[in-house]
């Protein structure tokens, strides 16, 4: 059994890098998607996972592919199709934030057709974690819903990052509309900031109040992850805040997956944590990520995060 499965989005993330010859910014090639993301902060760990996917019948494709495998990320279920792998452009600000620039009209990781997946054997699983952009475009959205029904009636704990990117979207209320029904079905739920204003539609909505309500409609974990600042998190025991670790962000791309991973192995392999212990992890692997270049890549291994965690440096 997996520990983790994870549907949606498999991409190449071309990321500035380096100064070319002519002074201009060069873009490395770098593996990268949320969901996939997601399933390598855990792998990193020690967690088992597998992805299911859709990716190009191109040299993009391929590379992904082994990237996963080169994790121990089992990729019995990514299913190649004749458009191009997804591809997109990161711009880093001077704190690490980013912009992104997608070329996806359309993408392979909006070809998934749930007829196609070659095995069942995604549903052998402890959590299934799923996102939004898989709901932008058809067959892609037809088919994650269908394995959420699924899974839902094998009764496997659903994972929910909503990985809001607004330049997918016909509108913010489209997205909205389909983050709310997603709603419905999950266990564990990160949402970002920008998410959180989203959902409820508020503009100053409190993140406290916000997890109040999404407990509220039987979620059982909470997080709410604000950059670093901290995170605000929640369950049917607790409530709480956690103050961000203190690093020299480099690029931001990839912490709130490095965050939820981290999340999904101690839930799996920590049971006698508390929620704040473990909130306090996954804000050191989401500060560890910020400190290098791309989100896979940068996805720390557990000694890494022990060390930081010790070192006790908070905002």
């Given at each position: 059994m997996y520990d983790v499965v994870g549907v949606g989005e498999v991409l190449i993330d071309f990321s500035p890098s380096f100064q070319g010859p002519m002074g201009n910014p060069g873009f490395e090639m770098n593996p990268g998607g949320a969901p996939?993301?997601?399933?390598?902060?855990?792998?990193?760990?020690?967690?088992?996972?597998?992805?299911?996917?859709?990716?190009?019948?191109?040299?993009?494709g391929t590379f992904l592919v082994e990237q996963l495998k080169q994790l121990k990320i089992d990729v019995e279920n990514v299913v190649e199709v004749p458009e191009f792998t997804t591809i997109d452009f990161v711009a880093n600000g001077g704190d690490g934030e980013r912009e992104f620039a997608f070329f996806r009209n359309p993408g392979a990781d909006t070809k998934l057709v749930f007829e196609k997946i070659p095995s069942d054997r995604w549903l052998d699983t402890k959590i299934f974690h799923y996102g939004t952009l898989s709901f932008t475009d058809e067959p892609s959205a037809s088919t994650v819903k269908k394995m959420l029904r699924t899974a839902k009636e094998k009764k496997i704990l659903l994972s929910f990052d909503p990985n809001y990117r607004e330049n997918l979207w016909e509108s913010p209320i489209k997205a909205r509309e389909v983050i709310e029904e997603c709603l419905e079905y999950c266990d564990i739920l990160k949402i970002s900031e920008e998410e959180m204003q989203l959902i409820f539609n508020a503009g100053t909505i409190h993140p406290s109040e916000a997890v109040e309500k999404l407990l509220n409609l039987g979620i059982s974990h909470v997080f709410i992850t604000m950059g670093d600042k901290g995170t605000w998190y929640g369950d049917r025991h607790t409530r709480g805040f956690e103050k961000a670790f203190s690093v020299e962000a480099v690029d931001t791309t990839g912490c709130g997956d490095s965050f939820l991973g981290t999340i999904h192995y101690l839930l799996l392999h920590c049971p006698g944590w508390n929620l704040k212990e473990m909130v306090v992890y996954a804000n050191a692997a989401a500060a560890i990520c910020a400190t290098g270049r791309t989100g896979i890549a940068a996805m720390p291994e557990w000694g890494q995060i022990e060390d930081l965690v010790k070192e006790g440096k908070r905002r």
């Amino acid at each position: 059994m997996y520990d983790v499965v994870g549907v949606g989005e498999v991409l190449i993330d071309f990321s500035p890098s380096f100064q070319g010859p002519m002074g201009n910014p060069g873009f490395e090639m770098n593996p990268g998607g949320a969901p996939a993301n997601c399933l390598a902060a855990n792998a990193k760990l020690g967690g088992s996972c597998a992805f299911v996917g859709s990716v190009g019948k191109d040299f993009f494709g391929t590379f992904l592919v082994e990237q996963l495998k080169q994790l121990k990320i089992d990729v019995e279920n990514v299913v190649e199709v004749p458009e191009f792998t997804t591809i997109d452009f990161v711009a880093n600000g001077g704190d690490g934030e980013r912009e992104f620039a997608f070329f996806r009209n359309p993408g392979a990781d909006t070809k998934l057709v749930f007829e196609k997946i070659p095995s069942d054997r995604w549903l052998d699983t402890k959590i299934f974690h799923y996102g939004t952009l898989s709901f932008t475009d058809e067959p892609s959205a037809s088919t994650v819903k269908k394995m959420l029904r699924t899974a839902k009636e094998k009764k496997i704990l659903l994972s929910f990052d909503p990985n809001y990117r607004e330049n997918l979207w016909e509108s913010p209320i489209k997205a909205r509309e389909v983050i709310e029904e997603c709603l419905e079905y999950c266990d564990i739920l990160k949402i970002s900031e920008e998410e959180m204003q989203l959902i409820f539609n508020a503009g100053t909505i409190h993140p406290s109040e916000a997890v109040e309500k999404l407990l509220n409609l039987g979620i059982s974990h909470v997080f709410i992850t604000m950059g670093d600042k901290g995170t605000w998190y929640g369950d049917r025991h607790t409530r709480g805040f956690e103050k961000a670790f203190s690093v020299e962000a480099v690029d931001t791309t990839g912490c709130g997956d490095s965050f939820l991973g981290t999340i999904h192995y101690l839930l799996l392999h920590c049971p006698g944590w508390n929620l704040k212990e473990m909130v306090v992890y996954a804000n050191a692997a989401a500060a560890i990520c910020a400190t290098g270049r791309t989100g896979i890549a940068a996805m720390p291994e557990w000694g890494q995060i022990e060390d930081l965690v010790k070192e006790g440096k908070r905002r």
